[in-house]
Nanobody, 127 residues
Framework: QVEVMESGGGLVQAGGSLRLSCTAS????????MGWFRQAPGKRREDVSCINRNGGSIYLADAVKGRFTISRDNAKNTVYLQMNSLKPEDSAEYYC????????????????????WGKGTLVTISS
């Protein structure tokens, strides 16, 4: 049984930083690209970032480019999202996603490319 669990969300002031972590179990972690999505109240879920199996291909949405970085540690079955210079508009539920194993290089990612979802971790940025 595959389990995907996020952690690291919280409340921070604008300009601050958070690091989200996501651990996936029950699968061969390094066979999968991993992604982060977010959904703010009343808005559609949007992709934030993707990292391929070995970390050699990374995608960051324009809204977070230059502020967020994604990385992974295959030995720990964990993917990270380092979020710096946070803005109130970054407030959302952040979801970790195990992507379809056919994805070898990262780019804009849709829900149809997600095999497994985490339950989400809430990020709130105060102004």
């Amino acid at each position: 049984q595959v389990e995907v669990m996020e952690s690291g969300g919280g409340l921070v002031q604008a300009g601050g930083s958070l690091r989200l972590s996501c651990t996936a179990s029950g699968l061969s972690f390094d066979d999968y690209a991993m992604g982060w999505f977010r959904q703010a109240p009343g808005k559609r879920r949007e992709d934030v970032s993707c990292i391929n199996r070995n970390g050699g291909s990374i995608y960051l949405a324009d809204a977070v480019k230059g502020r967020f970085t994604i990385s992974r540690d295959n030995a720990k079955n964990t993917v990270y999202l380092q979020m710096n210079s946070l803005k109130p508009e970054d407030s959302a539920e952040y979801y970790c996603a195990v992507l379809n194993p056919a994805i070898l290089r990262c780019g804009p990612t849709g829900s149809a490319e997600v095999d497994y979802w985490g339950k989400g971790t809430l990020v709130t940025i105060s102004s």
